[in-house]
C-alpha cells in the first residue's frame, strides 16, 4: 500500500477499465445512430455515466450506472427504441448495467426528490451522444442541489446513521466494511457532495487520497474474491495481503488508519455544517457561546462554542497536561466534542502530565464519563495526546482481534467497555480501580503471548505511572491477569460443582476483588458483542459469582460423596411409579433464558446417554449444556438448548425410536468432519475437582457430543456433565467424566479415555 508499483498498477486498471467501458458504450451507440462515426452525434439525447463510473473508478466486477438523458420534445417511442437497442448489446458483452431513461426534466425532478440520484449527477459525464445537454443538465441539477440544501443534507444524515448503525465503523469493526462504514469509501463521496452545497468546506486533497487506498484494497478485493464485495473479511486478507505486497496486519492497519482519518474528517465536516446551519438560524452571542470553567483552580476558563468545546486564553496562553486531562474529562461529562483546534492545541503546547492525585482524579473522570468518553477519546487520539498518556496504546490501536465474537478493534473495545464499565461503578469499592482496568484489560493483545499473562505486568506499571499506589497498581494487574476467568469458568466447567467455586475464590481471595472482577467481566462482555453478553452467558456468570461469593463467605464446602451433577435449583422429576411405567420414555419442556431446558427421563441402560445425544442432534437440537444422574435404575438427563421452539412430542418420538432401535445413529452422525483433520482431546487438570475435565477442541459438525458419549462409554467411563462453548466454527466442549462409583478417572483410565475419544473424532 506504499506509494510503489502495485497502487500505480491499480489506478492505472481502474483507468483502463474505464476507457473500456467507455469505447464499448460509445460504439454500440454510434452503430445505432450511423451519422458519420463522431461520438457526439444524436443532438438532444446522450449516455451518461454516473456514480462511481462517472467518477472513473470502476471495479473489476462492480456494476456500470449509465443514463439514457433526452430533451422533453424527443418523442418517447423513439427514446425507447434507442435504448432497447442499446442495452441488449452491452448486457451480451458482459456488463453489468445499472441503467435508467430520463427526459431532462424528469432526470431533474429525480435528482430534487432523491439525494442519491443527485449525488451521482455530481461526477455525470457524457460518453456518448450530445455532451452540451449533459453539461447543460449538470449545472441545473448542481444548482438544485445548491438550493435544495437543508432537506439534502437531512436525507444524508438519516442515510449516514443507518450505514453506520448497520455496517459499523471501517476503523474500528472486526470485519471492516470498504463502502458503508463509517469513514469508507461511501463517506469520502458524500463529503464531496458536502462540499458541493457551498456551505461547509473540507479538505477533499486528503479525502481524495485517503479514497484512493481504499479503492485500491477494494479492487483487490475484488480480484482475490471473484466477486463484487466490500468487506475485507479474513480469509480474504491474507490474499489481498500478498497481492498488495504487505503483510496481513498492516493491511489491516493501514485499512482501518484510512478510515479512521476520512472519519475524523467526516465528523469535523459535519460538525462544522451544523455550526453554520445554527449560527445561521440564530445569530445572539447567547446560543453561539457559552463559557465554562474546564480547568477550576488554575484560572483558565473554556467555551462551548455551537455544541464543541474550545479553549480560551490566546494561542500562547501556557497549557499544562492537566488542563488537557480537565478539558477532555468535562467535554466527556457534557457529552460534547473537543475542537480540532483545542485538542491540537492541547497536544502540541501541553506539558507532560504530574501524576498526582488531581490529575489521577482527572483522569478517572475521563474514563467513567460514559458514551461522552467515545468521540473525545478519539479526538484526543488523532491529536495525539493518548500515546503521551499511555505509550502502550500504540501497541493495540487499530488492531483486530483474534477472536470471531469481536465485533470492534483492541481499542475501540477498550474504549466501550470503559463506557459500559459505568453501570457497575455502584458495585463495587473502588471505582477507580475498575475505570483503570476497563481501559487496561487487552493492553497485551499489541505484543506476543497470552495477553492476560503479558498485560498483567503492563496494566501495573501503568498504574504505577498515573501515581495510584503499589497495592492498587497490584490490583489493576491482577483484574487484567483474570478479566477472562469468569466467563470461561461460567463456560466451560460444571459451576454446580462445588470444586468449581472453591477453585475460584482461591484466585479471587476476597469480595471486594471478586465484585470488581464481576464488574469487569460484565463491561468487558457487553463491550465484545451480544452473542458474548447473551442471557445464556450472564446467567452462568451470575451464578458463578454468587457460588464464588458464597465459598468466600464460609457457606460452601466441598463435599464430593454429596456431589453427583445435578443442580440445586433445578427441581428433580418424579421418577415413574407402578407397574407397567419402567420402560417410559418421558420429557418435560420449559423455557430458560433465551432457550429451553429439555428433561428427560429413561429406564438406565449402557449407552443411553450417547442414543439420546443422537436422538436431539437429529432433531436439530443445538446443545448449551447436559447433565445426567441414575437413580433408581433411571437416567435423568437435563439438556439446555438456545432454541426457544422445541415441540417436545417431537423430539421424545425420535428418543424412543432411537431407543427402539429404528434408527442407526452411526450411518447418520458418524461422518468425518469436512475439512477438520486435527481434533484435539485433552485432560484438564485441576485441583479438587469431583469428575475427570475431558476438553475436545474441533470444529463444530452434528453429532459431536454423540459421538464423544459413545467414545466415553466404549472407553469404559461416563459422563456427568458437558458444557458447550463455540467459537465460529470451533467448539471448545469440556466434559466432567466419572467412573462406575462415580469418583474421577484414574490416570490410566483417563488416558485410555482420551484416546478413544480421539479417535473417534479423527
Known amino acids: 500500500m506504499s506509494a510503489s508499483t502495485p497502487r500505480e498498477g491499480l489506478r492505472s486498471a481502474r483507468q483502463d477499465r474505464t476507457l473500456a467501458v467507455d469505447r464499448l458504450v460509445r460504439s454500440t451507440y454510434v452503430d445505432l445512430v450511423p451519422t458519420g462515426g463522431d461520438a457526439r452525434i444524436g443532438s438532444g439525447v446522450a449516455v451518461v455515466a454516473v456514480g462511481g463510473y462517472g467518477r472513473g473508478e470502476l ?52 435528482a430534487r426528490g432523491d439525494f442519491k440520484v443527485a449525488m451521482g449527477w455530481l461526477d455525470a459525464r457524457a460518453v456518448a451522444g450530445d455532451s452540451g445537454l449533459v453539461l447543460r443538465l449538470r449545472s441545473e441539477v448542481l444548482a438544485d442541489w445548491r438550493a435544495g440544501a437543508r432537506p439534502a443534507i437531512d436525507a444524508l444524515r438519516h442515510d449516514r446513521s443507518r450505514r453506520q448503525h448497520r455496517a459499523g465503523w471501517l476503523a474500528y469493526a472486526a470485519v471492516p466494511d470498504l463502502k458503508d462504514a463509517a469513514g469508507g469509501l461511501r463517506d469520502a463521496v458524500v463529503l464531496r457532495a458536502l462540499v458541493a452545497t457551498w456551505l461547509v468546506d ?105 455544541g464543541e468545546i474550545v479553549l480560551t486564553g490566546g494561542p500562547g496562553a501556557p497549557r499544562d497536561g492537566l488542563l488537557a486531562l480537565r478539558a477532555a474529562a468535562f467535554a466527556a461529562r457534557a457529552g460534547l466534542p473537543l475542537s480540532p483546534s483545542a485538542a491540537a492545541a492541547l497536544a502540541s503546547s501541553a506539558t507532560d502530565v504530574e501524576w498526582d492525585e488531581r490529575a489521577r482524579r482527572a483522569l478517572v473522570g475521563l474514563l467513567t464519563a460514559g458514551p461522552g468518553l467515545v468521540d473525545v477519546w ?15 496504546w500504540s501497541d493495540i490501536r487499530l488492531r483486530g482481534s483474534s477472536s470471531p465474537v469481536h465485533r470492534y478493534t483492541i481499542d475501540r473495545h477498550s474504549v466501550e467497555t470503559c463506557v459500559l464499565a459505568v453501570a457497575q461503578l455502584r458495585s463495587v469499592e473502588r471505582p477507580d480501580l475498575l475505570a483503570v482496568a476497563a481501559l487496561l484489560h487487552d493492553i497485551g493483545k499489541g505484543r506476543p503471548g497470552d495477553h492476560s499473562e503479558v498485560g498483567a505486568p503492563m496494566a501495573r506499571d501503568i498504574a504505577l505511572r498515573w501515581g495510584f499506589a503499589p497495592e492498587d497498581a497490584d490490583v489493576v494487574g491482577e483484574l487484567v491477569r483474570w478479566h477472562l476467568l469468569l466467563p470461561t469458568v461460567a463456560t466451560r466447567r460444571d459451576i454446580e460443582d462445588p470444586a468449581t467455586a472453591v477453585n475460584v475464590a482461591e484466585i479471587v481471595r476476597t469480595e471486594r476483588f471478586l465484585d470488581l472482577l464481576a464488574g469487569l467481566t460484565r463491561a468487558d462482555g457487553a463491550a465484545t458483542s451480544s452473542e458474548a453478553r447473551s442471557r445464556w452467558r450472564r446467567g452462568l456468570i451470575d451464578g458463578l459469582v454468587e457460588k464464588v461469593r458464597a465459598t468466600l463467605q464460609g457457606a460452601s464446602e466441598v463435599d464430593a460423596e454429596s456431589y453427583e451433577g445435578w443442580p440445586d435449583s433445578l427441581p428433580f422429576p418424579d421418577l415413574p411409579t407402578g407397574p407397567g411405567t419402567g420402560d417410559e420414555v418421558r420429557g418435560d419442556v420449559v423455557p430458560h433464558h433465551d432457550g429451553s431446558l429439555l428433561t428427560i427421563v429413561a429406564p438406565d441402560s449402557p449407552g443411553l446417554l450417547a442414543r439420546v445425544a443422537g436422538a436431539l442432534a437429529l432433531a ?12 433408581d435404575g433411571h437416567a435423568v438427563s437435563v439438556w439446555e438448548t438456545p432454541r426457544a421452539d422445541v415441540d417436545r412430542q417431537l423430539v421424545l418420538e425420535r428418543i424412543r425410536r432411537v431407543l427402539a432401535g429404528d434408527v442407526d445413529l452411526d450411518v447418520r452422525l458418524d461422518r468425518p468432519a469436512k475439512g477438520d483433520d486435527d481434533p484435539r482431546v485433552l485432560l484438564v487438570s485441576r485441583a479438587n475437582l469431583t469428575g475427570t475435565m475431558l476438553e475436545v477442541r474441533a470444529l463444530d459438525r452434528r453429532g459431536l457430543i454423540y459421538l464423544v458419549a459413545r467414545a466415553v462409554h466404549e472407553a469404559g467411563a461416563s459422563i456427568r456433565s458437558a458444557h458447550v462453548s463455540t467459537f465460529g466454527a470451533e467448539v471448545r466442549d469440556v466434559f ?7 469418583d474421577p478417572l484414574d490416570p490410566t483410565l483417563a ?10 473424532l479423527a
Open 620 to 631: 436439530g437440537i443445538d446443545l448449551h449444556s447436559l447433565r445426567t444422574v441414575t437413580r
Open 736 to 742: 466432567y467424566l466419572v467412573d462406575a462409583g462415580g
Open 751 to 760: 488416558e485410555h479415555v482420551r484416546a478413544t475419544v480421539e479417535s473417534a
Open 202 to 306: 473540507a479538505p477533499l486533497g486528503e479525502v481524495e487520497s485517503l479514497r484512493s487506498e481504499l479503492l485500491d484494497v477494494r479492487d483487490v478485493l475484488h480480484e482475490a474474491a471473484g466477486r463484487a464485495t466490500d468487506r475485507l473479511d479474513p480469509q480474504l486478507a491474507v490474499d489481498v495481503a500478498e497481492r498488495l505486497e504487505v503483510s496481513r496486519s498492516e493491511l489491516q492497519v493501514r485499512v482501518r488508519d484510512a478510515g479512521r482519518r476520512l472519519d475524523h474528517v467526516g465528523r469535523l465536516t459535519w460538525r462544522r455544517l451544523d455550526q453554520t446551519l445554527a449560527l445561521s438560524a440564530s445569530r445572539s452571542s447567547r446560543d453561539r457561546a457559552r463559557t465554562v470553567q474546564v480547568a477550576p483552580g488554575i484560572g483558565r476558563d473554556g467555551d462551548e462554542v455551537a
Open 378 to 392: 478519539h479526538e484526543l487520539d488523532v491529536a495525539g495526546l493518548v500515546e503521551r498518556w499511555l505509550p502502550e
Open 59 to 110: 471495479t473489476p466486477f462492480g456494476d456500470v450506472d449509465v443514463v439514457l438523458v433526452h430533451d422533453d420534445e424527443i418523442a418517447t417511442e423513439e427514446v425507447a427504441r434507442l435504448a432497447e437497442g442499446l442495452w441488449y448489446p452491452l448486457w451480451d458483452r458482459g456488463l453489468r448495467l445499472d441503467h435508467a431513461v430520463r427526459s431532462a426534466t424528469q432526470m431533474r425532478e429525480a
